[in-house]
C-alpha cells in the first residue's frame, strides 16, 4: 500500500476545502470499498479525508412525507432505525441484508450510492423511491443521478451530504444474493405512490435500471401475477461466474414478483 495523507475534518468547509486544495484527495466513508481498492493498488490516492467527524452527515430524520438519510449513516443504523422502519421498511430490510455484521457496522449509505456497484442494494431502492440525492453544492433526482458502470452524475470533490426519499403507500425489495458476499446477483425494488408505481434493477445490468412495462402493468394491478409474464429479454444483461444472461432475466421476474408481495404484506 502507498503512504497516503489523512485528514478528518469536522466541518463541511473544511472538508470542501481539503477536497479542493490537496491534489489527488478521495473522500473516506466506511472504507469497505475504498481500502481494498487502495491495498490492490487500482486507486492511489495522495490524501484521504474522512468525512467520519462531521455531524451534518450524520442522523435519520423525518418530516411529512419524506424521510432523510445522512450520507455518514451506517447500513446497520438504516437497518436498525425505528423511523425508517415505520416509515419505509423496505429500506430497514434492503440495509439489513446488506453484505455481513462487519460491512454493515462500517459501510455507509452515501458511500455506496457514491460507488454505484452494478450490484448495490441502495441504488435500486433510490431510483424505485425516486429520492433525491443530496450534495455540498446541489440536489440530483436519482434518475439524473445513476449513469452506468460505477458512474455517476457527482462532479470531482462533490460530497454526498443526505439521500431524501419520499415515503411510499407501499414497497418492497426482493434480492437474489451472492451467497459469499450477498451482494444482489439480481435486486428488485417496487414502490408505489400516489397511482405511480417504479421497478428499479440492480445486479442484473451494469447499471440499475427501471423497468417500464412493469411498472405499467403494476400501476392498472399491483398484484405479483400482474408482472409474471413479462420477461426482460437478455441481450442487455451481465453474464458472469455467478449467473448468466438469460438466468438474470428469469431472476428479474421472479424477485420483481417476490417484491410486489413484500409490499402488498408490508403496506
Ligand atoms: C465483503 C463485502 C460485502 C458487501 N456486500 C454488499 C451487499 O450485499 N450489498 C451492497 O449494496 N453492498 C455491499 N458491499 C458494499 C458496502 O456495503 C459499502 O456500501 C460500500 O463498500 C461503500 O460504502 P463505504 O461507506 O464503505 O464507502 P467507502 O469505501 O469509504 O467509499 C466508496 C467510494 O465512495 C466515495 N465516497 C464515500 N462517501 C462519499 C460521499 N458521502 N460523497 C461522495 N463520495 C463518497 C469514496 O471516495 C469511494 O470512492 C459489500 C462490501 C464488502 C467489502
Known amino acids: ?32 470499498t475504498l481500502l481494498p481498492t487502495i491495498k490492490q493498488r487500482l486507486a492511489a490516492p495522495a490524501a484521504l479525508i474522512d468525512l467520519s467527524n462531521i455531524p451534518q452527515l ?29 416509515k419505509i421498511p423496505l429500506l430497514a430490510s434492503l440495509a439489513a441484508g446488506i453484505g455481513d455484521p462487519a460491512v454493515r457496522n462500517r459501510g455507509t449509505i452515501g458511500g455506496s450510492v457514491a460507488n454505484n456497484d452494478p450490484s448495490a442494494d441502495y441504488p435500486a431502492a433510490v431510483l424505485a423511491l425516486d ?20 458512474e455517476t452524475a457527482l462532479e470531482p470533490g462533490e460530497i454526498i451530504t443526505a439521500v431524501r ?19 444482489a446477483v439480481v435486486g428488485v425494488c417496487v414502490a408505489k405512490k ?22 405499467a402493468a403494476l400501476e392498472r394491478t399491483f398484484t405479483p401475477d ?27 421476474t421472479v424477485m420483481a414478483k417476490a417484491a410486489v408481495k413484500s409490499a402488498l404484506q408490508t403496506s
Open 165 to 183: 426519499f419520499p415515503v411510499p403507500s407501499a414497497g418492497g425489495y426482493a434480492k437474489f444474493k451472492s451467497p459469499a458476499s450477498r451482494y
Open 1 to 32: 500500500m502507498r503512504s497516503f495523507a489523512f485528514h478528518r475534518p469536522t466541518t463541511l468547509y473544511e472538508m470542501s476545502a481539503l477536497l479542493g486544495g490537496v491534489a489527488d484527495s478521495m473522500p473516506l466513508a466506511g472504507g469497505m
Open 226 to 252: 400482474a408482472i409474471a409474464a413479462i420477461k426482460l429479454g437478455a441481450e442487455n444483461l451481465s453474464s458472469d461466474i455467478h449467473a448468466d444472461a438469460e438466468y438474470r432475466a428469469h431472476l428479474v
Open 58 to 86: 450524520h442522523g435519520i430524520s423525518a418530516q411529512a412525507d419524506v424521510l432523510t438519510v445522512g450520507a455518514m449513516t451506517r447500513h446497520v443504523d438504516v437497518a436498525e432505525s425505528e423511523l425508517v422502519r415505520s
Open 194 to 215: 400516489a397511482g405511480k408505481v417504479r421497478v428499479a434493477v440492480t445486479g442484473a445490468g451494469p447499471g440499475v435500471f427501471r423497468v417500464a412495462v412493469m411498472e
Open 131 to 150: 429520492a433525491t440525492v443530496v450534495t455540498d453544492r446541489r440536489e440530483i433526482a436519482a434518475v439524473a443521478f445513476f449513469r452506468g458502470l460505477f
